[in-house]
C-alpha cells in the first residue's frame, strides 16, 4: 500500500486494519467505527499445535465475507429500486457457503475452497416477476461483492422469493453448468458416505 497516493476520483478507498490477539482471534477495524471480532469455534479440530483453537467470541472471517456480500448487495438493490422505482418495503437475504476446508485442515495438497454459495433473497414487494428480473440484472452489474464472486468464478446459486410465498420466483447460477449442482453432489456423498457406514 502506497501511503498518500492519488487515485482518479472514480476510485473508491476502504482502509480496514486488523490486530492478532493471542491463538485464532482477530480484530478488524477502520476509523470512527466498533471494532469487530474474528475467531474460530471453540473446540474445532484443527491438528497440531493443540494451542490454535477458537473459543468463539467473534466472526469467522467467512462469515464476515457472507455478511460483506449480503450487506452489499442489499444497498445495491436500495439504489437500484430507487432508480428503476422500484416499490418494496423491505428485503431479507440468507446465505450459506459450502467451503472444501480440507486443504486448511487436514490434507494440504488440496487448495481450499468455495464448493457453492447459496444467496436467497426476499423482497416485501408487489412489483411484476418481470420488474424483479430487471431489479436482479442490474443488481447484478452493479454490485461490488457479487462482482468479485462472480469474477472468482465461485458456484453462485441467487434465489429470488417474494415475501409470503415459499415458492421462488425464479433462481439464477452463476459459474454452474447445467444439470447437477456441487451441493447435489455434495448431499450425494454423504448419503453414500452414511449407506457404508
Known sequence: MKEGQAYPPYIGISDVTTRSHEQMRVEGFF???PSLMFDEPEGFDI????ELRGRSRGWTPVHAQLAALAGCTSITIAVVARDQKFVHQGLVTKLRSLID???FFF???LQPKFEQL????TLDTRESVARI???ATETHRRCPQLGLFR???IPLVVTWFRKGSKSPLFEERFSLRKGKTPEDRLIAT????????
Not at 491438528?47 to 493443540?50: E, M, S, T, V
Not at 447459496?118 to 433473497?121: E, G, I, K, R, V
Not at 454423504?190 to 457406514?197: D, I, M, N, P
Open 47 to 50: 491438528g497440531d499445535p493443540p
Open 118 to 121: 447459496n444467496f436467497d433473497l
Open 190 to 197: 454423504a448419503a453414500k458416505l452414511a449407506r457404508h457406514a
Open 101 to 103: 476446508i480440507r486443504g
Open 151 to 153: 469474477l472468482a468464478k
Open 107 to 109: 490434507d494440504l495438497h
Open 31 to 33: 476509523d470512527g467505527q
Open 133 to 135: 428480473k430487471a431489479l
